[in-house]
């Protein structure tokens, strides 16, 4: 086994001891294709208001730029699947992946910790951590290193798990073995483009994020959600999981193991009227660790509003 091999196992086994269910490594190169995409997409007006999206334009496909004489990324995915899910049907929606601690500071603790073991177990190796920390296109590093293929709602999709997962990396100054792209599945299914409340998904492998929900319920900071969306929202408050809850491939999705992200014990039992009675004080109870704390009371309070519209 060469030095590379038996790093790259090193950092693979101790990844899957801190939860991580898949790891794939990719030579840290510049993302051509994706390069053209991005500037495509930038161009069409899809980030929406999301202005931070044109910035580092360049960091964003080499990550040499963002660590000195990056030689690999390693990818790794977190599931996040909850075993159950809001208990009142026609109560506002939350995105599953914010039903418990903000991922951020679960994965943060879980790399630091991976990265202590690297440098006690291999030398001084020199990278960066990153999930959603910086300009690191994520999902075109785990598409690069197998760990499923990107889907035509845009989510990584693993054939074995589904895609409710979060994706993480780390960007090291270290050879290992790249692992290679797995192929697509999504076949002729259009699901997900057929089930966008808001049309998103303008083309196969295509969001206007202006038009998502997610964008909609925690990007846009605007007052007020546009007029066009009343009637659209399909419920959600926070997030939106539909192109995801209709995808075929979700049904292999299993809950994790995870307990940082099981819910605050009265957030499935919340009711519609619960919801448009929030207070601040309930809002700081059940978010207080969570992704929700994104929207602040006020944001929430407005897509909960809009809902009623």
Request: with cysteine; glycine share 6%.
């Amino acid at each position: 086994m060469s030095t590379a091999e038996r790093h790259t196992k090193l950092i693979k086994e101790k990844a899957a001891e801190l939860g991580f269910f898949f790891s794939g490594v990719s030579k840290a190169d510049f993302l051509e294709k994706e390069a053209r995409e991005l500037d495509q997409w930038l161009k069409n007006g899809n980030h929406g208001k999301m202005k931070y999206m044109e910035n580092h334009f360049d960091k964003r496909l080499d990550p040499r730029l963002l660590v000195d004489d990056a030689k690999s990324v390693v990818s790794l995915l977190l599931n996040y699947y909850p075993s159950e899910s809001q208990e009142i049907e026609d109560a506002p929606k939350i995105s599953k992946y914010a039903y418990g601690m903000d991922y951020h500071f679960v994965i943060k603790d879980k790399l630091k910790e991976l990265f202590a073991f690297i440098h006690e177990e291999i030398g001084e190796v020199g990278g960066r951590m990153f999930v959603d920390s910086a300009p690191v296109m994520d999902k075109a590093w785990a598409k690069r290193s197998g760990l499923g293929w990107m889907g035509k709602n845009t989510n990584i999709i693993h054939p074995k798990h589904g895609s409710f997962f979060f994706i993480a990396e780390l960007i090291l100054d270290l050879e290992l073995v790249a692992d290679g792209p797995i192929k697509d599945y999504c076949g002729t299914c259009t699901a997900c483009i057929d089930e966008c409340p808001t049309d998103a998904i303008v083309e196969p492998y295509v969001v206007d994020g202006s038009k998502c929900i997610s964008y909609l319920t925690i990007e846009l900071k605007d007052e007020i959600i546009p007029s066009e969306f009343a009637s659209k929202m399909d419920d959600w408050m926070f997030g939106c999981d539909v192109c995801q809850n209709v995808c075929p491939w979700n049904r292999f999705a299993k809950p994790h193991n995870e307990p940082a992200f099981n819910p605050h014990e009265n957030l499935l039992k919340m009711s519609k009227a619960d919801w448009a009675d929030l207070t601040q004080e309930v809002f700081s109870e059940l978010f207080r660790k969570s992704a929700v704390k994104r929207t602040k009371f006020k944001g929430l309070t407005r897509n909960i509003n809009f809902l009623k519209e």
